[in-house]
């Protein structure tokens, strides 16, 4: 199980949008509708931002949104906020209850 | 208030034993899956195991496997991450979460504030 492939930093101005891709296989991403998307503050806990490839949790901001082609994955924050800026992990289910996570992108707000 | 609270920050030498643990409360922790993540330093989130409490059914990473002992008291609410030998590679945070199938199917909804293990001799 090799992680999932994540840019290492994506960066944005106020109000822009940045898209972070997730790069996986047959196995994970493309062999199951189950991508989960995570923010990490420094020094906090991770938090669900995406379930299901496309769905929010209540309370997560609809600038938030996911979504999914073949083994690719993609989480896209739109009007970008200073908040926003924090780590985001993919995580796709592969089977048998294993899961694997991204590589872990640093959104920056410029 | 649905929560996982973990205990506290351990400071180890290499080749001592550990047993960390996750405790659940407000909600009905014999249905949901615990699963354990480990951030190394600087690093991203490793997907290490999971546990269903109430029937003790447990899967590990193959990276993990024979590395770690994942475990739970359904008595207590409380699974748990255990090391027979330490090594300094071992030095990272440990988080618990819940895998909440009813509402978020395979996502994991609620973390653990996470455990500091540091290895050193």
């Known amino acids: 199980q090799s992680a999932l492939t994540q840019p290492r930093s994506v960066s944005g101005s106020p109000g822009q949008s940045v898209t972070i891709s997730c790069t996986g296989t047959r196995s994970d991403i493309g062999g199951f509708n189950y991508v989960s998307w995570y923010q990490q503050h420094p020094g906090k806990a991770p938090k669900l931002m995406i379930y299901?490839?496309?769905k929010r949790p209540s309370g997560v901001p609809d600038r938030f949104s996911g979504s999914k082609s073949g083994n690719t994955a993609a989480l896209t924050i739109s009007g970008l906020q200073a908040e926003d800026e924090a780590d985001y992990y993919c995580?796709?289910?592969?089977?048998?209850?294993?899961?694997?996570f991204g590589s872990g992108t640093k959104v920056t707000v410029l | 208030e649905v929560q996982l609270v973990q205990s506290g920050a351990e400071v180890k030498k290499p080749g001592e034993s550990l047993k960390i643990s996750c405790k659940g409360s407000?909600?009905?922790?014999?249905?949901?899956?615990i699963v354990w993540v480990r951030q190394m330093p600087g690093k991203g989130l490793e997907w290490m195991g999971i546990?269903?409490?109430?029937?003790?059914?447990?899967r590990y990473s193959p990276s993990f496997q024979g590395q770690v002992t994942i475990s739970a008291d359904k008595s207590i609410s409380t699974a748990y991450l255990q090391w027979s030998r330490l090594r300094a590679s071992d030095t990272a945070v440990y988080y618990c979460?819940?895998?909440?199938?009813?509402?978020?199917?395979?996502?994991?909804?609620?973390w653990g504030q996470g455990t500091m293990v540091t290895v050193s001799s």
């Open positions: 995580c796709s289910y592969a089977g048998r209850y294993t899961y694997v």
């Open positions: 299901d490839v496309t």
């Open positions: 979460a819940r895998q909440n199938w009813y509402d978020y199917n395979y996502a994991f909804d609620i």
């Open positions: 407000g909600y009905s922790f014999t249905n949901y899956w």
């Open positions: 546990i269903h409490p109430g029937d003790s059914d447990i």
